[in-house]
């Protein structure tokens, strides 16, 4: 978005901004219909969403994860697929495999059958719970939406969505991420247990029976439409710069580092943070009705883009420390 526009080119922007403010209302009203309470946790999902990235979301049974995602799936009108991740799930059985076929002539040959990751939207459920070989099969998929198997490279559809989630404390029978797996989740959102009132919400609507399905409100080419405009959204240098500090403050031998960083943190965050937060932090500004980057956009996102990067120490695990804790305490740092 450049700052001079001629009439026509306004004309179209606003057109496209209102547009985008009509899908997005249209958007979260779906996904409440169906996924009652915590707000916020529907908010990141949606800036993930539109800033291209993916997400892992934690959280105890029971709160609603699976019903989240399918609802956002449904919202969207786009493919869905869910696989749940267990011990002796295999590569194959995500990215496909190759079949051998005969034909009536006697023919043999090798057709490609494609995996349950052809898919607009995958919910990988409880995936710390597949082997470290399993949970790598996404790593391509992930960073460059797409497949490479036996020599041949399958492009994935477009838009491609990951939500993973993690049960924070059944660790029996898990596997944790690695560094850089979780480096490839744009968003680490952490899905609380209800409040009162939102249990009462949720009880009081669930008491008659399931909730209502989910009609779609948006389709393939509304989501690519929002991202492009999301990309456009202008971040001025000087707030650019401040976030450059705040990747840099989150490695503890930066001279930016505060001292909690400095005491309790192993890695801090790769550029690839850095990229999520001005990604996400785009994505908040428009879907809250502004045309520029605001320090108040980096500070609503900075916890989700970066909580899942920071490795703590020896010293910080066995204290216990709040790695969100720790983000404040950088960002307090440089903004």
Not at 1 to 17: G, K, N, R
Not at 40 to 66: C, F, I, R, S, Y
Not at 153 to 181: K, S, Y
Request: charged share 25%; hydrophobic share 45%; glycine share 6%.
């Amino acid at each position: 978005m450049s700052e001079t526009h001629a009439p026509a080119d306004l004309a179209a922007l606003e057109a496209d901004l209102e547009r985008f403010a009509r899908d997005l209302e249209r958007l979260r009203a779906a996904i409440g219909a169906a996924f009652l309470g915590h707000p916020d946790v529907v908010d990141q999902l949606v800036w993930a969403l539109l800033a291209g990235g993916h997400v892992l979301l934690e959280g105890v049974p029971g709160l609603g994860k699976t019903t989240l995602v399918k609802a956002l799936a449904a919202a969207l009108g786009m493919d869905f697929a869910r696989v749940q991740f267990t011990p002796d799930l295999m590569p194959g059985d995500i990215l496909g495999l190759l079949v051998l076929e005969e034909d009536e002539g006697g023919r043999k040959s090798f057709r490609f059958q494609r995996g349950p990751v052809f898919t607009h939207v995958l919910l990988a459920d409880e995936i710390n719970r597949a082997t470290p070989r399993t949970q790598s099969a996404l790593l391509e998929a992930m960073q460059e939406e797409q497949v490479t198997l036996h020599g041949s490279t399958h492009r994935l559809p477009d838009p491609f969505l990951v939500v993973a989630t993690e049960n924070p404390i059944e660790m029996e029978g898990t596997w944790p991420l690695p560094e850089a797996q979780l480096d490839r989740f744009l968003f680490k959102v952490l899905l609380a247990s209800p409040s009162e009132d939102e249990l009462v919400e949720v009880l009081s609507a669930t008491a008659a029976g399931p909730a209502a399905q989910v009609e779609p409100v948006l389709d393939a080419d509304a989501v690519r439409r929002m991202r492009a405009l999301t990309r456009e959204v202008p971040a001025s240098s000087d707030l650019v710069r401040r976030i450059a500090r705040l990747v840099r403050a989150t490695h503890p031998d930066a001279r930016e580092a505060p001292e909690g960083v400095r005491s309790h943190v192993r890695y801090g965050a790769s550029p690839r943070g850095g990229q999520a937060v001005l990604w996400s932090a785009k994505a908040r500004a428009l879907c809250s009705g502004r045309l520029h980057v605001a320090p108040d956009d980096v500070a609503a996102v900075c916890r989700p883009a970066l909580r899942h990067r920071l490795i703590l120490s020896y010293e910080g695990e066995a204290a216990g420390v709040d790695v969100d804790a720790l983000v404040d305490e950088a960002l307090a740092a440089v903004l």
